[in-house]
């Protein structure tokens, strides 16, 4: 007597669902995780857009150590730091701060920065109106700029947040680049 094969063709269904699922939710992983980081302000994310500056009262009664640390990522070539290591700023005040870059090599290089704060919270509370970070910042041989950076902390920061570091990793964006060639006069 011969024996039938089971049908085994709801359990490949079931399979091909789960594998598609698991997809699914892979690719859903990072924007789910980006909505979730701006909610909770965790992972010291900031707005990647200008903030707009209206004359507001100033708290006089605090004082707001930010910090400043700069870093190249792995293999960038560039020379950069920021001209003040940290300020003092009162809550509602616009507050302008520089960093310096240079680019020693003997090709044209094209950066972008991209900040982080830390505490994660003080991300929400920290409004860049000017910032090198919005664009990429392209330098040819040998160049050097200035880059200013002008913010203000917002009033409703939490009281116990008294300092905080606003970091910056300059990464070279050369090859993926949608900037304009780097020609210049």
């Known amino acids: 007597m011969a024996q039938t094969p089971p049908n085994n063709s709801r359990l490949v269904i079931k399979l091909v669902a789960v594998v598609l699922g698991m997809f699914g939710f892979g690719f859903a992983l990072v924007p789910l995780y980006d909505v979730f980081c701006d909610i909770t302000g965790i992972n010291g994310k900031t707005n990647p857009f200008a903030a707009t500056y209206e004359v507001q009262d100033i ?76 664009n990429q910042q392209p330098l040819l041989a040998g160049e050097s700029a200035v880059m200013p950076m002008q913010f203000y902390v917002d009033p409703q920061l939490p009281a116990d947040i008294e300092i905080f570091t606003l970091s910056y990793t300059f990464y070279d964006v050369t090859e993926t680049s949608s900037t304009v060639a780097m020609n210049r006069g």
């Not at 003040?84 to 009162?90: A, F, G, I, N, S």
């Not at 704060?117 to 919005?134: D, H, I, M, Q, R």
């Open 59 to 134: 708290d006089t009664s605090r004082t707001i150590t930010v910090e400043f640390i700069t870093r190249t990522n792995t293999g960038m070539p560039w020379e950069f730091a920021a001209r003040t290591r940290q300020v003092q700023v009162h809550p509602g005040e616009l507050k302008t701060v520089e960093f310096t870059v240079h680019n020693p090599t003997a090709k044209n290089i094209i950066g972008q920065a991209i900040p982080s704060v830390s505490p994660g919270t003080a991300a929400l509370y920290l409004n860049k109106t000017e910032c090198f970070c919005f």
